[in-house]
């Protein structure tokens, strides 16, 4: 028997062993590439769940530093307004994480038609749609925008790259307030703390070095975070102004002259008022003809799912 008989029957038969367990082929069950599919096919997760994981830590434990330690030492008046603020700033960018590394990038579907018309589809277009790239850390096409977002485990495509900027915005912002704020807390714990002879109480001495090296800590914390992240929010504001992408930039594929420039003012407004691409829709059922089956190892090997 040849090579490619042998194939079709291993995948014919593992059509078979999925069908027998009254369960459809959907097309996010075959999908290749590094991004896990959760819900049903509803929620995609990039390539790097750990890193996402990382840096939500990264993300939580200053303001829970702060919030515990650090804003106690604020004037009561203004204690409770700061708690709501940075409560709701939190929220912002945990919201802002979750809808960026849990929405489809922007993934391109090359597998629409039956295996025949696909063969035919590909010997008469290009291999790659304008502005689009196989970013190998997510193994799969996409209209990228950017390579990926840091700390996020996740391609940047274009359907979640608002998402993205607007974290990156919100991220510095909660950096400089928790510089300022916390400068403020470290200021009154000396206020608070030392008497008029300028020792403590030593009682309170305790209390009064946690306190300082705490808002100390995420003083110095918000500023290596400010320093990593505003160059990469200037970066990606320059991209946007300029409508280039990340790939378009680095390897300067336009050269002096960009045709998709259309200005800085239009080049924003597009960015910010753009219709989203439509999403792959990963709960398609599979016919046995279809090129995920026929081409992808994932497919082929569908029977363990």
Request: some cysteine; aromatic content about 12%.
């Amino acid at each position: 028997m040849s090579r490619e008989g042998s194939q079709t029957d291993n995948i014919q038969h593992s059509i078979a062993v999925f069908s027998r367990s009254k369960r459809p082929i959907r097309k996010y069950h075959a999908w290749p590439g590094n991004i896990s599919f959760h819900l049903r096919g509803h929620l995609q997760l990039g390539y790097g769940r750990c890193t996402c994981l990382i840096g939500l830590i990264l993300t939580i434990l200053p303001f829970i530093l702060f919030l515990s330690f650090a804003l106690p030492l604020l004037q009561e008046s203004a204690r409770s307004g700061m708690y709501v603020f940075c409560s709701i700033l939190l929220a912002i960018i945990l919201m802002l994480m979750f809808l960026t590394s849990c929405t489809d990038p922007g993934i391109i579907d090359r597998y629409t038609t039956t295996y025949d018309e696909y063969l035919e589809m590909i010997s008469k277009i290009p291999a790659d749609q304008p502005r689009s790239s196989w970013p190998r850390f997510c193994e799969t096409c996409m209209t990228a925008r950017s390579a990926r977002g840091p700390f996020l485990g996740v391609c940047i495509g274009k359907r979640n790259y608002l998402y993205f900027y607007v974290y990156l915005i919100c991220v510095n912002a909660s950096s400089v307030t928790l510089i300022i704020i916390a400068g403020f807390c470290f200021v009154n714990a000396g206020l608070k703390y030392i008497n008029e002879q300028g020792t403590i109480n030593p009682e309170y001495l305790l209390e009064y070095m946690i306190r300082t090296i705490v808002c100390g800590f995420v003083m110095i914390y918000s500023f290596a975070a400010l320093c990593v992240l505003l160059p990469l929010f200037i970066f990606h504001t320059l991209l946007i102004a300029r409508n280039k992408t990340s790939r378009e930039q680095s390897l300067n594929i336009h050269g002096s002259v960009n045709p998709f420039n259309m200005g800085c003012f239009h080049n924003c407004g597009q960015f910010m008022c753009q219709s989203r691409r439509e999403s792959v829709n990963f709960l398609e059922k599979l016919t046995v003809d279809h090129p995920l089956l026929m081409l992808e190892e994932k497919g082929r090997q569908i029977a363990k799912v």
